[in-house]
T-cell receptor
Framework: EDQVTQSPEALRLQEGESSSLNCSYTVSGLRGLFWYRQDPGKGPEFLFTLYSAGEEKEKERLKATLTKKESFLHITAPKPEDSATYLCAVRWGSNYKLTFGKGTLLTVNP | EAQVTQNPRYLITVTGKKLTVTCSQNMNHEYMSWYRQDPGLGLRQIYYSMNVEVTDKGDVPEGYKVSRKEKRNFPLILESPSPNQTSLYFC????????????FGQGTRLTVV
């Protein structure tokens, strides 16, 4: 069973059409949840860290929220340059491992 | 400029021939890690290091070795590469003991034939 599940696997939006990406996790003792953006052929780029349920963070058109079992990445009025794969990762328990979900491929059409 | 540098960017090798992928960071970060990325499987952590001489296994450590003799360097060693280690590899370094912003290298595309 995957410990971090992202949905949908792929999402196609029109420019300006807001939507949300989901990251659900089954680990206990969450110590941090991370969102990254990855463009083709490049390394992931850090977006946010969330630590506790109820926490929210924003950056330009992106807003990340966290509950006890999932996180959402809300994209408001997306632009074509927001097209990328969005990755979620968690750290939990007493170790320092980082476990990623498989990502959501977002395509924003002009 | 803050950066993580991996070398080589591309490598084709034969089964069983030992190789090392280097990783260096210039940000004085304590936490460094290696990942492999495969289609359909996503990004998986191989090893991580909390500081010099402190390393630990990630989710897929089999077939890999690492060392952390200096803070800035974290090489990934494949003692006897096999075709199932063909993958895209990323090194990353992170501030705040791994909870802060992670900086990733450009990636190393390894093919083992």
């Amino acid at each position: 069973e995957d410990q971090v599940t992202q949905s949908p696997e792929a999402l196609r939006l029109q420019e300006g059409e807001s939507s949300s990406l989901n990251c659900s996790y089954t680990v206990s003792g969450l110590r941090g949840l991370f969102w990254y953006r990855q463009d083709p052929g490049k390394g992931p780029e850090f977006l946010f860290t969330l630590y506790s349920a109820g926490e929210e963070k924003e950056k330009e058109r992106l807003k990340a929220t966290l509950t006890k079992k999932e996180s959402f990445l809300h994209i408001t009025a997306p632009k074509p340059e927001d097209s990328a794969t969005y990755l979620c990762a968690v750290r939990w328990g007493s170790n320092y491992k980082l476990t990623f979900g498989k990502g959501t491929l977002l395509t924003v059409n002009p | 400029e803050a950066q993580v540098t991996q070398n080589p960017r591309y490598l084709i090798t034969v089964t069983g021939k030992k190789l090392t992928v280097t990783c260096s960071q210039n940000m004085n970060h304590e936490y460094m890690s290696w990942y492999r990325q495969d289609p359909g499987l996503g990004l998986r952590q191989i090893y991580y290091s909390m500081n010099v001489e402190v390393t630990d296994k990630g989710d897929v450590p089999e077939g890999y070795k690492v060392s952390r003799k200096e803070k800035r360097n974290f090489p990934l060693i494949l003692e006897s590469p096999s075709p199932n280690q063909t993958s895209l590899y990323f090194c990353a370094s992170t501030m705040d003991r791994g909870f802060g912003e992670a900086f990733f290298g450009q990636g190393t595309r390894l093919t083992v034939v």
